[in-house]
């Protein structure tokens, strides 16, 4: 239903991601206020974690945990990389460079657009679903506007025409601005300001990578395209 409402062909993408957010943050108040849905902010408790018994302890199933995360996360670079150098993957580029040259050549934007935004929102979901896996809740609260902040700005920093960029930028922004946020008391300030601090930092940070380095850390590699006569 989202998708039909965003339709690519019509609205500009930064209308797109802009009411994105606003719906991300209409689904977090719904589900917040709503205690029959997911038990309001209370949220969903006592989650059963696969396998527990046969790891053992937490300590070990954390450490079994964090390494079928990283396994999955490099997977799924190397399987975005693949998908950019494929055909479709040059349907995109192209489509994100210069949409009017894209569909002059005969490609059907609107579908392009929808295609990938579903896509993305289906890795989105699946990555969400191993959420429950490490905290054994699932709350509204832990996924406010600073969340949602941390998730777009990553892929600024780390570089959003790469596969391995997004990576970069959550350990960055992840490991060690948020949780060093956390650890962190700023002398006399209540705890509460931290958060605000966290969200200006990282506001401050998207909009000078933004305006001094758009491509983030690790810039995209151009596609390498052999010459017709080796390719046949």
């Not at 039909?4 to 917040?32: C, G, H, W």
């Not at 408790?45 to 079928?68: K, Q, W």
């Not at 960055?172 to 200006?200: D, K, S, T, W, Y």
Request: proline share 6%; with cysteine; charged share 15%.
């Amino acid at each position: 239903m989202l998708a039909r409402m965003l339709d690519a062909s019509n609205l500009d993408p930064l209308f797109v991601k802009v009411l994105t957010l606003v719906f991300a943050e209409i689904l977090f108040l719904v589900l917040s206020t709503q205690k029959s849905l997911a038990n309001g902010f209370n949220g969903i408790r006592g989650l059963d974690r696969p396998f527990a018994e046969l790891i053992g302890s937490y300590e070990n199933y954390d450490c079994a945990l964090a390494i079928v995360l990283i396994v999955l996360s490099l997977l799924g670079a190397l399987g975005f990389r693949s998908l950019s150098a494929s055909p479709y993957g040059r349907a995109l580029r192209a489509m994100r460079d210069d949409p009017d040259a894209a569909e002059s050549l005969g490609y059907d934007i609107r579908a392009l657009r929808t295609a990938a935004f579903v896509f993305g929102s289906t890795v989105m979901v699946l990555a969400g679903a191993l959420w429950p896996l490490m905290t054994t809740v699932v709350e509204p609260s832990a996924f406010k506007f600073d969340v949602t902040l941390l998730v777009c700005a990553a892929p600024i920093v780390g570089g959003t025409g790469s596969a391995f960029g997004p990576l970069i930028g959550s350990v960055l922004l992840f490991g060690i601005v948020h949780e060093g946020a956390r650890m962190i008391h700023f002398g006399p300030l209540p705890p509460q300001v931290i958060p605000l601090i966290e969200a200006g930092g990282i506001g401050v940070l998207m909009v000078l990578f933004i305006l001094f380095r758009p491509d983030g850390l690790w810039r995209e590699t151009p596609l390498k395209l052999s010459p017709l006569w080796q390719e046949a």
